[in-house]
């Protein structure tokens, strides 16, 4: 089966819906989560049955990206003295259908990796212990006595910084997709073989509040992640537009902080459930936070390259 092929079979209509998406079951295993992790170790001494629904797994919650290229808009001053940039080459990969939800996060939480300094990088040791909850629990800033509101497990996690986003991802065996691959999720089906000029949306031109939950849309705040199922990508990856901003692999140079005086900063994509303005839920509009924003409106979701899985034949594709 070619790469075409897997994408095309893998369009709005699978993996997802509730009923598909199991890991939003909050009594989910840490297993359940670590899919990739399962079917990407060579050494991994897991039964047949068990790399089988893995790998079924990948299927549901993830949707294949094909290779092609994509055009950043400038990063910071430099870039855009620097006139129009080159396109960006992506490789074939992977991208979870759905932001990370506070159920998945709290299997995470409860599996002890805030207790773990070895599993954060160095320069982060000294705030993993103001990595609380409202209550001084391990766990997002949202969160309270440890766990999440009960009535928003399916809602995508918030109050997480970009080291706990990261750290997320690795212990699931996945990564935060870079500035190129979020955007390369959200355009790779427009224009025609890359040549035409990418839409501004994932449905078009026109910003719809009625596809995304931004402000206009007048909910005031996050909803389920796969609900606005309209605003999907062809292959349904859900929200890459509203709900919330997504955590980027990748730094932000912000044109008031070139110099970085006042911290790292990190991109973000996507706009949120309190973006005002359309220009920012563009597909190219980028922004940023500070690496240890843990603001009530930025979450993210991970991706993989397609050659650490082997689902599919090592074919390369252009959309």
């Known amino acids: 089966m070619n790469l075409f092929s897997?994408?095309?079979?893998?369009?709005?209509?699978?993996g997802t819906t509730a009923d598909n998406r199991l890991s939003l079951n909050p009594a989910a295993s840490a297993e359940d989560l670590q899919y990739c992790k399962i079917i990407a170790d060579a050494r991994s001494a897991a039964s047949a049955s068990i790399q089988s629904q893995a790998r079924k797994r990948l299927q549901q919650m993830m949707a294949v990206i094909p290779s092609g290229?994509?055009?950043?808009?400038?990063?910071?001053?430099?870039?855009?003295?620097?006139?129009?940039?080159?396109?960006?080459?992506?490789?074939?990969?992977?991208?979870?259908?759905?932001?990370?939800?506070?159920?998945?996060y709290?299997?995470?939480?409860?599996?002890?990796?805030?207790?773990?300094?070895?599993?954060?990088?160095?320069?982060?040791?000294?705030?993993?212990?103001?990595?609380?909850?409202?209550?001084?629990?391990?766990?997002?800033?949202s969160w309270s006595g440890g766990k999440p509101p009960r009535d928003r497990l399916r809602h995508p996690v918030i109050g997480i910084s970009w080291y706990e986003a990261m750290a997320y991802a690795n212990w699931v065996g996945k990564r935060l997709p870079d500035a190129a691959q979020w955007q390369r999720s959200a355009s790779w089906h427009t224009g025609q073989n890359g040549q035409q000029t990418a839409l501004r949306h994932p449905w078009g031109n026109s910003f719809d509040s009625t596809k995304a939950n931004t402000w206009s849309s007048g909910v005031g705040s996050t909803v389920p992640v796969d609900k606005y199922h309209e605003g999907c990508t062809p292959n349904g990856v859900h929200q890459l537009i509203g709900n919330v901003w997504e955590w980027i692999d990748g730094a932000f140079v912000a044109p008031w902080n070139e110099n970085h005086l006042l911290g790292g900063y990190a991109e973000i994509r996507g706009g949120a459930f309190d973006t005002y303005f359309e220009s920012q839920t563009r597909i190219q509009f980028r922004s940023g936070q500070p690496l240890?924003?843990?603001?009530?409106?930025?979450?993210?979701?991970?991706?993989?390259?397609?050659?650490?899985?082997?689902?599919?034949?090592?074919?390369?594709?252009?959309?």
């Open 6 to 14: 897997l994408v095309k079979r893998r369009g709005k209509g699978a």
């Open 69 to 104: 290229t994509t055009h950043l808009e400038p990063n910071s001053l430099a870039e855009h003295n620097a006139g129009h940039p080159e396109p960006i080459a992506v490789k074939a990969f992977y991208i979870d259908r759905l932001a990370v939800t506070n159920a998945e």
């Open 106 to 141: 709290d299997v995470f939480v409860s599996s002890g990796i805030y207790d773990d300094m070895e599993l954060w990088p160095m320069e982060v040791w000294q705030h993993v212990l103001q990595f609380v909850d409202r209550s001084g629990l391990p766990g997002p800033q």
């Open 292 to 319: 240890l924003f843990r603001g009530g409106n930025v979450g993210f979701r991970c991706c993989i390259h397609l050659d650490e899985v082997q689902i599919a034949p090592q074919a390369t594709a252009t959309a």
